[in-house]
């Protein structure tokens, strides 16, 4: 299995941010599983064109979160008892990626109607999902429509 990973350097969200959210994007969507490796720092720097700095923050709050674990000589892999997300907020969020592309929006524009709809309260949407849920995970994926995407790929065991 290979990981893919894009950057854009010219989006608003910083570097560190789009490599964490599209881990967790990944491991939500069941393309990592526990135990899956991820690359080192130094690699991943050098295939996205970025300091080894902005990967070992994003590797630093994925593991503060609990989405992974580092030792040293084994690497970073995904932690375990890490769950994919709920196959329903899979298929709404895969029929949410189909509307908006049929509709011709951007993947910014997507997600900023997603962020924008999670900043609402509405009663009977939080009667709907729990609050535990990883909903704005599954909805967070590598921009396919970015300025200057740079890719890298890593073998996982």
Do not use: C, W
């Not at 609990?66 to 029929?95: E, F, H, N």
């Not at 997603?114 to 609402?120: N, P």
């Not at 999902?129 to 890593?154: E, L, W, Y």
């Amino acid at each position: 299995m290979s990981l893919l990973l894009e950057v854009d350097l010219a989006s608003s969200v910083p570097v560190f941010e789009q490599i964490r959210l599209q881990v967790v994007a990944h491991v939500a969507a069941g393309r990592l599983t526990p135990g899956d490796h991820l690359p080192t720092i130094r690699a991943l720097a050098t295939d996205l064109g970025v300091a080894a700095g902005t990967v070992a923050r994003a590797y630093r709050e994925l593991e503060a979160a609990g989405v992974v674990t580092t030792r040293r000589r084994a690497g970073t892999t995904v932690a375990a008892g890490v769950a994919s997300a709920d196959a329903a907020g899979q298929q709404a969020a895969r029929a949410y990626v189909a509307t908006v592309r049929a509709a011709g929006l951007s993947d910014e524009a997507a997600l900023a109607l997603v962020r924008g709809a999670l900043m609402r309260h509405e009663p009977g949407l939080d009667a709907q999902v729990p609050r535990d849920s990883p909903t704005g995970s599954t909805t967070q994926a590598s921009s396919r429509n970015a300025t200057k995407p740079t890719t890298a790929g890593a073998a996982t065991p």
